[in-house]
């Protein structure tokens, strides 16, 4: 009898620990990690509510950072991710391909506005035309993004420098010096700041402003960033950021906002990320999302990675001949 009870307790034990294991494995496995630009926050978050309601038991974990630093935690940090989705494609091109990812599909458009609320000074001044004059003013504070984590970052110092050669005014630039203690890692991180009455305005995209229902300035699209057709234009802006390696620089050039998204090589789990892109490119379902939270679909999208992009893919890029 003793060894009866012996025998079965071995065998709850071990069932115990086999169902243990196997209920570890099926959460990793019903896990998916995205790194995502803060500009994505708002609609990644409904687009991953609307995917784990048609796929139960699944579990999307979104991390927002600026895209040089989201690409910077898979290359530098060597952390875990699925998928990555930038607010500038050319970041994943730059970082993660070849080591890190294969393809990149280029799926959404912005444009860059200054944001403001009910509060901001010089509100009912502020146009166009004299936006730089504004920020300017000593009685004026303005935010921006850091340009060596954020593409908002460095897309608020070319927008700047755009207008300094529109204007052919080389004053427009010293904008940049000044409410340096009002940089922050992300643009969606100023939010706080500008709602508090801490400051004034805000560079950011106009979906984001959109999405946080706050007063925008229209820029013209000389220096917004938003007109393919102004590509040449842009490339005069130039700005200097961290490179790969300490010490190292590399030089943007401005080009037309393009986001950008990629399933990363060694993805914890690549069967999920598989189907949560097939959901995200769905045009009834995740780029509807996008498309009603502010930015503009331009799927199918030229891809200079098109071979690479797996076959139920391809159908989203056009191949560069």
């Not at 990690?33 to 139960?56: D, Q, R």
């Not at 875990?80 to 393809?103: G, K």
Request: hydrophobic share 40%.
């Amino acid at each position: 009898m003793k060894n009866n009870w012996f025998w079965l307790l071995l065998i709850v034990f071990s069932g115990s620990l086999f169902s243990c294991g196997n209920q570890s494995a099926n959460t990793k496995n019903t896990e998916l990690i995205i790194f995502h630009a803060g500009s994505l926050s708002v609609p990644l978050k409904m687009i991953t509510h609307e995917f784990e309601k048609e796929n139960p038991g699944t579990k999307v974990l979104l991390e927002s950072a600026g895209s040089v630093a989201c690409a910077r935690k898979i290359t530098d940090l060597k952390k875990d991710c699925d998928i990555m989705a930038s607010a500038d494609y050319d970041v994943i091109d730059r970082f993660l391909i070849p080591e890190y990812a294969d393809w990149n599909i280029s799926f959404a458009a912005n444009e860059m506005v200054i944001g403001f609320t009910d509060k901001s000074r010089m509100k009912d001044q502020i146009n166009s035309e004299n936006w730089y004059e504004i920020l300017q003013n000593e009685k004026v504070a303005y935010g921006r993004s850091e340009p060596n984590s954020d593409p908002c970052g460095y897309r608020s110092v070319m927008t700047t420098q755009l207008e300094a050669l529109r204007k052919k005014d080389q004053s427009i630039l010293h904008l940049l010096e000044k409410d340096q203690n009002f940089i922050r890692p992300k643009e969606v991180d100023l939010l706080g700041l500008l709602e508090s009455n801490a400051i004034d305005y805000i560079f950011i995209y106009k979906s984001v402003a959109k999405q946080h229902q706050l007063h925008y300035v229209t820029l013209s699209d000389s220096i917004n960033l938003s007109n393919p057709k102004l590509g040449d234009w842009y490339a005069y802006a130039k700005v200097d950021i961290a490179g790969k390696a300490p010490d190292e620089t590399i030089q943007l050039e401005g080009k037309t906002m393009v986001y950008g998204i990629t399933q990363i090589k060694n993805a914890p789990n690549p069967e999920l990320a598989a189907a949560f892109l097939e959901f995200f490119f769905d045009p009834e379902k995740g780029m509807k999302i996008i498309e009603e939270q502010g930015q503009t679909n331009i799927l199918p999208s030229f891809s200079a990675t098109y071979n690479r992009i797996p076959k139920n893919l391809q159908k989203q890029a056009l191949e560069i001949k």
